[in-house]
């Protein structure tokens, strides 16, 4: 239910797929049970072995890594089909977007995908959050060839959220050849 608007987007057939931020493996689990292969990139130390007790699959690869650099996966030579970030981008500041972008953008193949949402609205005591315009996250993006298939806004699903004035802005970019 959290990416219905975007379902259309994720691969059909077997793929590669990054999820940065898994948390609690959420998503990671249900895209493995459609059949693909998922890199589940996670650096809360509890959040990732709760994960791992709660959705054990082989065809999920659990990491301790984080985002600006994402140091143990930046290298690999594999590429992805899917990178997948939800509620995880507006944890970065300016200087730590314009420091992920490039590695993010790098992680895909070519015509592949990166679908991401942004948290709007007020931030809760005690969590680290910024506001990001979504013209920003738009051209961002496009300096490296991560262009919009898809750009909605919306109020969140979750009553506290909608009671607080969240909303969310989704996207899809898909890489482009040089």
Not at 38 to 66: G, Y
Not at 75 to 89: I, Q
Not at 97 to 105: D, F, G, K, L, T
Request: proline share 6%; charged share 25%; with cysteine.
């Amino acid at each position: 239910d959290a990416h219905r608007h975007v379902l259309d987007c994720f691969p059909e057939n077997p793929a590669e797929i990054i999820d940065i931020g898994s948390g609690t493996g959420r998503d990671a689990a249900f895209l493995a049970a459609q059949g693909h292969r998922v890199l589940a990139v996670e650096p809360t130390h509890a959040l990732r072995n709760a994960a791992m007790a709660l959705h054990p699959s082989s065809r999920i690869e659990w990491i301790d890594d984080s985002l600006p650099n994402l140091d143990k996966i930046a290298n690999r030579v594999s590429k992805f089909d899917l990178v997948l970030m939800a509620a995880v981008w507006m944890h970065l500041d300016q200087a730590e977007r314009e420091q992920a972008m490039p590695i993010v953008a790098s992680l895909l193949k070519t015509g592949g995908l990166l679908i991401m949402n942004l948290r709007h609205g007020p931030v809760p005591k005690g969590r680290r959050m910024f506001e990001i315009p979504d013209k920003e996250m738009l051209e961002l993006a496009g300096k490296y060839r991560l262009f919009p298939i898809h750009q909605q806004n919306e109020g969140s699903i979750l009553k506290r959220n909608q009671d607080a004035g969240v909303t969310w802005s989704r996207f899809v970019f898909r890489k482009t050849e040089p």
